[in-house]
């Protein structure tokens, strides 16, 4: 009789050691079917919040693979692309895993609030269609503390299957975007402005992804308006004289990745130089950038200097990287520049110049976020120089007319952030 009680208590005991440590486990445990709470994107803007329905398909010592298997009734997806090649799934775990120690020394480390010391990658169906604005992956600061409670970077199928080498820069670049979070969240800094968050973001491919670099600075070679520090131009602005306004998207991404390509050869092409710049300790985020510069100088004069590095050939100057220049009335934001032939106005107010290789860039100087407006300022050009940049972004356009590709940045409610 006592032999029974005794085994009767044990399995009583284990049964509640097992019930204590099932509810102590972290929300985030891998499970090996779980269900989401993602946004879908329609040509850019957010087109609503969906119960994605996933399988665990890939685990590694820092990766969770996770693969959407029902589908909103709209999705143009056909049963084939539903699945992930198995060429695709590989590189994209190799790729993450081969630079995920380099990466976080550079940018930071990151939070584990799932407990499950992984970063989950959630392969779905992110885009309504595949034509206009496409997205190739995001990622929320909402599921830090909220929705989903984990680590995630959503990546679109479609585009995982049909180029995997865009969507491993785009992976990359939204795990920048994930640390830099993480320091947000656990009260360590304050959130970055967006054009030193995507920055950091688009330094990310000049060290791990030169396909991505190299197809920035084609974007570059096809506009004449430079700017990446007001991020969120509320106008489109016009890149030439009786031109339609071009897509502000199409403006900062290249400016900003070209910037910090340069500023990683200035400093003998060391990552270092992102290292400083994202655990720089200064108030203002233009701070964070000039302190991490050796030689000490302005803002307005190191963005004057990067642009003219350009206009020189200076051996600082990306590989192909090159100058159009402008033409008529334009309005300059905060940080932004153009290059002409002749500028007739004066140095005055937030507006400064300078001249390189026959070439006068204009820059408006301002360094204020909050409230800012924009400087006209009149330029000239030869009419050839001005026509040949014309050419470049109508055939620029046409390319892109089927299916742009587009980055988006998601704040802390979830929304998409308006560029």
């Given at each position: 009789?006592?032999?029974?009680?005794?085994?009767?208590?044990l399995?009583?005991?284990?049964?509640?050691?097992?019930?204590?440590?099932?509810?102590?486990?972290p929300?985030g445990?891998?499970?090996?079917?779980k269900?989401?709470f993602?946004?879908?994107v329609n040509?850019?803007?957010?087109a609503?919040?969906f119960?994605?329905?996933c399988?665990?398909?890939?685990?590694t010592?820092?990766?969770?693979?996770?693969?959407q298997t029902?589908?909103?009734?709209q999705?143009?997806?056909?049963?084939e692309?539903?699945?992930?090649s198995?060429?695709?799934?590989?590189?994209?775990?190799?790729?993450?895993?081969?630079?995920?120690?380099?990466?976080t020394?550079?940018?930071?480390?990151?939070?584990?609030?799932?407990?499950?010391?992984?970063?989950i990658?959630?392969l779905?169906?992110?885009?309504?269609?595949?034509?206009?604005n496409?997205?190739?992956?995001?990622?929320?600061p909402?599921?830090?503390?909220?929705?989903?409670?984990?680590?995630?970077?959503y990546?679109?199928l479609s585009?995982?299957?049909?180029?995997?080498?865009?969507?491993?820069?785009?992976m990359?670049?939204?795990?920048?975007?994930?640390?830099?979070?993480?320091?947000?969240v656990?009260?360590?800094?304050?959130?970055?402005?967006?054009?030193?968050?995507?920055?950091?973001?688009?330094?990310?491919?000049?060290?791990?992804?030169?396909?991505?670099?190299?197809?920035?600075?084609?974007?570059?070679?096809?506009?004449n308006?430079?700017?990446?520090?007001?991020?969120d131009?509320?106008?489109?602005v016009?890149?030439?004289?009786g031109?339609?306004?071009?897509?502000?998207?199409?403006?900062n991404?290249?400016?900003?990745?070209?910037?910090?390509?340069?500023?990683?050869?200035?400093?003998?092409?060391?990552?270092?130089?992102?290292?400083?710049?994202?655990?720089?300790?200064?108030?203002?985020?233009?701070?964070?950038?000039?302190?991490?510069?050796?030689?000490?100088?302005?803002?307005?004069?190191?963005?004057?200097?990067?642009?003219?590095?350009?206009?020189?050939?200076?051996?600082?100057?990306?590989?192909?990287?090159t100058?159009?220049?402008?033409?008529?009335?334009?309005?300059l934001?905060?940080?932004?520049?153009?290059v002409?032939?002749n500028?007739?106005g004066?140095?005055s107010?937030?507006?400064?110049?300078t001249?390189?290789?026959?070439?006068?860039?204009?820059?408006?100087?301002d360094t204020?976020?909050?409230?800012?407006?924009?400087?006209?300022?009149?330029?000239?050009?030869?009419?050839?120089?001005?026509?040949?940049?014309?050419?470049n972004?109508?055939?620029?356009?046409?390319a892109?007319?089927?299916?742009?590709?587009?980055?988006i940045?998601?704040?802390r409610?979830?929304?998409i952030k308006?560029?």
């Amino acid at each position: 009789m006592k032999k029974i009680i005794f085994l009767i208590c044990l399995f009583a005991l284990s049964f509640y050691s097992c019930a204590i440590r099932k509810a102590l486990s972290p929300t985030g445990n891998l499970d090996d079917e779980k269900i989401f709470f993602g946004q879908m994107v329609n040509n850019g803007k957010a087109a609503g919040w969906f119960y994605v329905p996933c399988k665990l398909i890939k685990t590694t010592d820092h990766l969770a693979i996770y693969l959407q298997t029902k589908f909103h009734k709209q999705s143009k997806l056909s049963e084939e692309e539903r699945d992930i090649s198995l060429y695709a799934l590989n590189k994209l775990v190799q790729e993450f895993d081969y630079y995920y120690d380099e990466i976080t020394n550079i940018y930071g480390g990151h939070t584990d609030i799932d407990a499950n010391s992984k970063i989950i990658i959630l392969l779905m169906d992110i885009n309504f269609n595949n034509k206009g604005n496409k997205v190739l992956g995001y990622f929320n600061p909402l599921d830090m503390h909220g929705y989903n409670e984990g680590e995630i970077l959503y990546m679109d199928l479609s585009s995982a299957n049909s180029d995997i080498d865009k969507s491993i820069g785009t992976m990359i670049h939204e795990f920048q975007h994930l640390i830099n979070y993480s320091y947000v969240v656990s009260g360590t800094r304050r959130e970055m402005d967006s054009w030193l968050n995507e920055a950091l973001s688009e330094s990310t491919s000049i060290l791990f992804n030169k396909s991505t670099a190299e197809t920035r600075i084609k974007e570059f070679n096809n506009i004449n308006y430079y700017c990446f520090y007001t991020w969120d131009i509320p106008t489109n602005v016009s890149n030439y004289s009786g031109s339609k306004s071009f897509p502000n998207g199409l403006v900062n991404y290249p400016s900003a990745s070209v910037f910090m390509n340069w500023l990683y050869k200035k400093n003998g092409s060391k990552s270092d130089i992102f290292k400083k710049i994202a655990d720089s300790k200064e108030n203002t985020d233009y701070n964070k950038v000039l302190k991490s510069v050796s030689g000490g100088t302005t803002w307005d004069n190191l963005l004057l200097e990067w642009i003219s590095d350009i206009v020189s050939s200076n051996a600082a100057k990306p590989d192909n990287a090159t100058i159009n220049t402008a033409n008529g009335d334009i309005n300059l934001y905060p940080g932004a520049m153009v290059v002409c032939d002749n500028y007739s106005g004066t140095e005055s107010g937030n507006i400064v110049k300078t001249n390189s290789n026959n070439k006068t860039i204009v820059l408006n100087k301002d360094t204020t976020l909050t409230g800012f407006t924009s400087v006209k300022a009149s330029v000239s050009s030869s009419m050839s120089t001005v026509s040949r940049a014309r050419r470049n972004i109508i055939e620029d356009e046409e390319a892109k007319e089927e299916s742009q590709i587009i980055n988006i940045l998601l704040d802390r409610n979830g929304n998409i952030k308006k560029y």
